[in-house]
């Protein structure tokens, strides 16, 4: 049955729910990713992994808001919970494989225990997040990418995502993280571009390209440990070991193959090659009564510890595009990369911690001839209360950038000498995305979004195209609801 994503969006709001957002009209001011907020323009809301800071419909709700009141008596008990409900229509208007307009939405259940105060266990925190997904994806039928046009596209499945207990010590300085988990929640986060509709503003396209599964990231998650390190003055240092197979479909990419592999999020593979995530960070002038403006620089990497197969040749050295090629490609050992992050508020409304633009600028170099995706960049700038009288809506333009690895390109020359038949060759492909978040009441938000995809798939030939000729470029429309309690 046809379910329009507003109507969902309400009806999930008056159901009675969950709540990590906050009941009150203030936004708490926490930074997506778990730092220090560095952003004025990070969005309302977000369907990005990493989050932010959240306010909850209910207050908009009246009695029925919590008509149990059993909100409060849970949270004195240590026991809070939340929903966010994301139901969004896009549509690709032109280009790409062909017309057409999908509906998909995602319902995503939190749960936070406080363990000191369910049981006195001092600095320790259980969560578990779960995620009911459904709808189809416009990437994977109408459009034909590789930067995926929407966060929140997957297979159908009610899945759990992370289950883990956390631990502080030293008053809070070092956190030790165990059980299955994202890397997507902690890593790679730009807190500017949370506002953003297409998937790769979250977990990159280098990553979630060259990773196998598409890594540790929305929609799935991997047995892990993770450290961080806050000793002060703005710096953090934290470090994750996952399990490199999160499904074990025992290739490259966001494969759907993997997700069905893996329908319900409960494999908890603990046995495949190791993927070792670390970053760095250092926010500055986030301090109260600081006179510049905040921002943060980031330094990181991953390195996988597996073994992958070459793009270009196979087990006998021959091009695998050779008529006479075995058709497996050869075995390679590891996946690596590095990135920075640059996250850095310009200007703040006189009077206003949160209002004002932000900028961001993210890029990432894999080098190993495992990698589909050998660089990354992208880039954006977004307001929050531009306009008179919308003080909390945000308005954003972004780009992102991913260039195809030299392997990859050179395989497709391959193709073209063997077959003798002439076709396109990838490059690399780009996307350009404006998008306005109107916040109808606190923890109810529509996003209207425009995508432009250049050279879809990299570039691939359209497969509908006798000729063979490339994909042309798309435009995607679409319009998201987003209700948080």
């Not at 603990?270 to 500055?284: G, H, K, Q, S």
């Not at 050279?455 to 429309?477: C, Q, S, Y």
Request: hydrophobic share 40%; aromatic share 8%; net charge neutral.
């Amino acid at each position: 049955m046809f379910r329009s994503p507003l109507a969902c969006a309400l009806a999930a709001a008056l159901a009675a729910g969950p709540a990590l957002a906050q009941p009150t009209g203030k936004p708490v001011f926490e930074g997506a990713g778990g730092d220090p907020r560095v952003s004025v323009s990070q969005p309302e809301s977000t369907s990005q992994a990493s989050g932010g800071y959240v306010r909850s419909i209910e207050p908009s709700l009246g009695p029925l808001g919590d008509p149990l009141r059993l909100r409060p008596l849970l949270k004195e008990k240590g026991i809070e919970y939340s929903l966010t409900y994301v139901g969004e229509t896009l549509g690709n208007a032109f280009g790409g494989l062909r017309p057409g307009a999908i509906v998909q939405d995602r319902l995503n259940l939190r749960l936070n225990l406080d363990l000191q105060t369910l049981a006195g266990w001092d600095g320790a925190t259980l969560h578990a997040n779960a995620y009911f997904i459904h709808g189809t994806g416009l990437s994977r039928y109408e459009v034909g990418n590789l930067l995926t046009t929407s966060v929140i596209e997957a297979l159908p499945s009610s899945r759990l995502s992370v289950l883990w207990l956390d631990q502080q010590l030293f008053d809070g300085r070092l956190g030790i993280r165990i059980g299955q988990q994202a890397a997507d929640t902690e890593f790679f986060v730009s807190q500017t571009a949370t506002l953003f509709v297409n998937a790769s503003f979250g977990w990159p396209a280098i990553t979630g390209l060259d990773l196998p599964g598409g890594g540790p990231a929305y929609p799935l998650a991997a047995p892990a440990i993770r450290a961080k390190y806050v000793p002060g003055n703005g710096f953090s240092i934290q470090a994750g070991l996952y399990d490199g197979d999160p499904a074990g479909a025992n290739r490259p990419g966001q494969d759907p193959e993997a997700q069905r592999l893996d329908r319900t999020g409960t494999n908890f593979r603990t046995r495949d090659p190791a993927l070792i995530v670390a970053e760095a960070t250092y926010a500055y002038n986030t301090e109260t009564g600081a006179q510049g403006l905040p921002g943060d620089i980031t330094l990181g990497g991953w390195q996988h510890f597996g073994r992958f197969e070459s793009l270009r040749f196979d087990t006998t050295g021959r091009p695998l595009a050779d008529p006479r090629s075995t058709g497996i490609g050869r075995p390679l050992r590891g996946n690596a990369g590095l990135y920075a992050i640059w996250d850095q508020t310009l200007f703040r409304e006189s009077g206003k911690d949160d209002e004002g633009l932000g900028f961001f600028v993210r890029a990432a170099y894999a080098p190993t001839r495992s990698s589909l995706i050998a660089a990354y960049v992208d880039t954006g700038l977004a307001y929050k209360g531009l306009f008179e009288g919308r003080d909390d809506d945000t308005i954003g333009l972004s780009l992102a950038h991913a260039r195809l690895s030299d392997d990859a390109r050179r395989a497709d020359t391959d193709a073209i000498v063997s077959t003798g038949m002439p076709r396109p060759r990838r490059r690399a492909e780009t996307v350009i995305e404006a998008t306005y978040q109107v916040v109808v009441v606190p923890g109810f938000t529509l996003q209207p979004d425009l995508q432009l995809i250049l050279h879809p798939g990299g570039g691939i030939a359209n497969p509908r195209d006798p000729d063979g000729r490339r994909l042309r470029n798309a435009g995607v429309i679409g319009l998201r609801a987003t209700v948080q309690y």
